[in-house]
């Protein structure tokens, strides 16, 4: 199979250069133009299968490139970069025929995934997709990392609820991947083709998200130059996620819960209604049943958001999927930042292994990304963790552990304990509890501790246990 040939436009030569190397080391051919004018000629000249473009470009923009090339090349997928400003225009010019909008600043695996799944669709079209193509009604979740019971326990509710209109509210704590479920219940869902249209209550002053939501006509206040689509049109027919719902005030739940129930929106200013066709999605990290016993969150609408909840669980509730993450964290930010590929010591995995996350994955993601920008060596070892990591291990432990000196996998502490001796402590008081558990069953003990069965056998002979058959 070929690769896949981009062309990226955008007027900042800083930005052009930037997409350029990311895609080059993903393995795809690019190009790229300046302005819409050049895009082109190139358009015209080269058997090109994803444009991605930006949509303020002077001479042409992004949105005159995407109507003048869907004229003649349909085929052709667009995906459009825009600021968080400009959001409404990128979801229009998806009604235009684009694949998908990106907003700056945006991270490089958002941008990879969204890429993707347009090659993977244009495959698809021509024919060129794997041959052995999963069935229709089967889950594709991969952005979700795990196998632990709690996880495939999201995977199935994935699986039984994408197929339904129903209403979802998915709910717990910050960065356990609550956007990832809703993403994945869209796009496998009847309205995959259509827009899944993201907001973020919190993250726009109150006085302007009902305009944001409803969309509102020229003139209607101070500094309304043009009509402005809301989001539940731009969603039409598709999806709308209302990440952190909560954070609404009342009197605009009021008219939320009358979009949804009516399936009509009044835009501010406006003299008629509009019927919209819109699957909610909605996440929060608070308990909405306590809000609505506060009177923060009226009863009637979170009934309406609740159809089907989805829980997700914490990370320190499925440990042994933190490995899994681990690695996958690891290899992309090697990808990102330009270097091999590094292996974790078996210190920094026990380290990472213990730590309680009170950020969940979103925390683990970062901790990676700044191991392997500060790790020298081809492994990540403590020292380029977080202080954190070591004072969860102190805390468990009756040894302080001093980080004045940090060399290697061993730590200099007050009463010269290692590293290495702590965290085998801690290695073998787990084997032995999942030894216990299982009643001494060391296949068993193996899948608690979400490890192989060799793997147990070299642990257990490392410390002195008794490494025997069953």
Known sequence: MSPGHILVVDDEKSMRDFLSIFLRKQGYLVDCADNGKQALEQ??????DLVITDIRMPEMDGMQLLHEVKQTRPDLEFIVMTAFSSTADAIHSMKMGAYDYITKPFKLEDIKVTIDRAMQQLMQKKGRGNESEKPEKEIE????????????????MIKRVA???????????????KELVARAIHFNSHRRENPFVTVNCGAIPSELMESELFGHM?????????????????????TL???EVSELNLQLQVKLLRAIQERKIMPVGGSGEINVNVRILAATNRDLKHEVNAQNFREDLFYRLNVIQIQMPALRQRREDIPLLVNHFVKRSCRELGREVLRVSEAAMMLLANYDYPGNVRELSNIIERAVALESSDQIRPQSLP???????????????????????????????SLDTILEQ???????????????????????????????RYRLQKLGMDAGEE
């Open 426 to 456: 801690h290695e073998r008081r787990y084997i032995e509890a999942a030894l216990k558990k299982t009643g001494g069953v060391k296949t068993e003990a193996a899948k608690e501790l979400g490890i192989s069965f060799r793997s147990l």
């Open 241 to 243: 996620f209302l990440d």
């Open 387 to 417: 202080p954190a990591m070591l004072e969860s291990v102190e805390k468990e432990t009756a040894e302080p552990i001093s980080r004045r000196e940090l060399t290697g996998d061993r730590i200099d502490a007050d009463n010269g304990a």
């Open 43 to 48: 358009i015209r000249s080269k058997n090109l």
């Open 218 to 238: 020229k003139g209607s206040f101070t500094g309304s130059i043009r009509d402005k689509e809301g989001l539940f049109k731009l969603a039409h027919e598709g």
């Open 141 to 156: 979740v991969k952005e979700i990392i795990g196998n632990s019971q709690p996880i495939r326990k999201i995977f199935d």
């Open 163 to 177: 197929g339904t209109n129903a209403n979802i509210l998915i709910t717990g704590e910050s960065g356990t991947g």
